[in-house]
């Protein structure tokens, strides 16, 4: 069963992520076990693949890394549904292909408990028994998810223009 971890307002990349192993952690699996330390101890050891996160205004706000967006990706996180996004986390988690979508009435409609399920080719998250729209996403960004980032979907376009 899919689980929701739920954060509030400006969380950001030294939350996701502690800037203390910036330069001693860059792969996902020295990543993977300080994610969210210092925000949600529990997170590291308990997300799963296929896990949502739920979150306010402004997620990802903070000093430009990769390693929140590419902990977050390893870890299985289906999607990030946030209120906003600071500008420069959205463009690293499009690069790791994981998910954002920006929907903040489906983040104010969450209650402890509810199912969600999101369909992103569709532009749709249901919260619950509520169903909520957001803009669908391009489809480059979409086939860069697909691919498992951009260099992957980089290097795919490249093999099928040769």
Not at 12 to 21: A, Q, S, V
Not at 80 to 92: D, G, L
């Amino acid at each position: 069963m899919t689980k929701i971890w739920r954060y509030g307002d400006d969380v950001n990349t030294d939350m996701l992520f502690p800037g203390k192993y910036t330069y001693s952690c860059s792969t996902a699996e020295q990543i993977l076990p300080h994610l969210l330390e210092d925000l949600d101890p529990a997170f590291a050891a308990g997300v799963r693949p296929g896990d949502i996160l739920l979150a306010g205004k402004n997620f990802g706000c903070g000093s430009s890394r990769e390693q929140p967006a590419l902990g977050l990706k390893a870890a299985g996180v289906e999607a990030v549904v946030a209120k906003s996004y600071s500008r420069i986390f959205y463009r690293a988690a499009i690069n790791q292909g994981l998910l954002l979508v920006e929907c903040p009435e489906a983040v104010e409609a969450y209650r402890d408990g509810d199912e969600v399920r999101l369909d992103a080719a569709a532009g749709t998250i249901a919260v619950g028994e509520r169903e909520f729209s957001f803009p669908i996403l391009p489809p480059e960004i979409l086939a860069i998810r697909d691919a498992g980032g951009l260099l992957p979907y980089a290097r795919a376009k490249l093999r099928s223009q040769s």
